[in-house]
């Protein structure tokens, strides 16, 4: 049980472009979804909270209108990278927290997407 | 500022023996403590947990202790196992504050299990 599927895996664009990256609880529902990113060799860093039907909270020095999330049900929440440059590339990660657990309950995660801009 | 830190970033164990591996943390609001496991390309897999009300949480061959005074988790894992070979990130999460409900990850430690 807690699959979190993140859609696509790997995407290559071009500078300039923008990305969707859907993310989808798969058994279980969440009003709360997180988005990562990893650079080459570092930790997980905590870019955003998804908030289901509200607006999306940005940890500081993201840029929110960068980087666009929807949550708009309690089994999708969307991360949309617009007009990427190649300083975007990274790996991108979800994760969801059932909505029947506590605060502090593991999250579960997406399997991750491989962003390359060029 | 880095609020959980794990020092080493990698570590080398023969097959069979304990793996320890560290992390510490400066946030006092931090009141859960997870470690996760993570391959290449992969999403992290939750391993073990602990709260901090305990000091030890075991879970088969994998044990997580917590010194609440020294800001001190360990994971140990006895046998290490060739397919324990990943990366373990140590992870909190907070009972208030902009930390409430959010996991701050460490840096990772790579395990390396020779056969």
């Known amino acids: 049980g807690a699959v979190v599927s993140q859609h696509p895996s790997r995407v290559i664009c071009k500078s300039g472009t923008s990305v969707k990256i859907e993310c989808r609880s798969l058994?279980?529902?969440?009003?709360?979804m997180f988005w990562y990113r990893q650079f080459p060799k570092k930790s997980l860093m905590l870019m955003a909270t998804?908030?289901?039907?509200?607006?999306?909270?940005?940890e500081q020095g993201v840029e929110k209108d960068k980087f666009l999330i929807n949550h708009a049900s309690l089994t999708l929440s969307t991360l949309t990278v617009t007009s990427a440059h190649p300083e975007d590339s990274s790996f991108y990660i979800c994760s969801a927290r059932d909505r029947e657990r506590s605060y502090n309950s593991p999250l579960h995660f997406g399997n991750g997407t491989r962003l390359t801009v060029t | 500022d880095q609020q959980v830190k794990q020092n080493s970033p990698s570590l080398s164990v023969q097959e069979g023996r304990i793996s320890i591996l560290n992390c510490d943390y400066t946030?006092?609001?931090?009141?859960?403590f997870l470690w996760y496991k993570k391959y290449p390309a992969e999403g992290p897999t939750f391993l073990i947990s602990?709260?901090?009300?305990?000091d030890k949480n075991e879970d088969g061959r994998f044990t997580v202790f917590l010194n609440k005074s020294a800001k001190h988790l360990s994971l140990h894992i006895v046998p290490s196992q060739p397919g324990d070979s990943a990366v373990y990130f140590c992870?909190?999460?907070?009972?208030?504050?902009?930390?409430?409900?959010?996991?701050?990850f460490g840096q990772g430690t790579i395990l390396t299990v020779h056969p």
């Open positions: 946030n006092s609001m931090f009141d859960y």
């Open positions: 992870a909190a999460i907070g009972a208030g504050g902009t930390s409430y409900g959010k996991l701050t």
């Open positions: 058994d279980f529902q969440a009003t709360t």
């Open positions: 602990i709260s901090s009300i305990k």
């Open positions: 998804s908030n289901e039907g509200s607006k999306a909270t940005y």
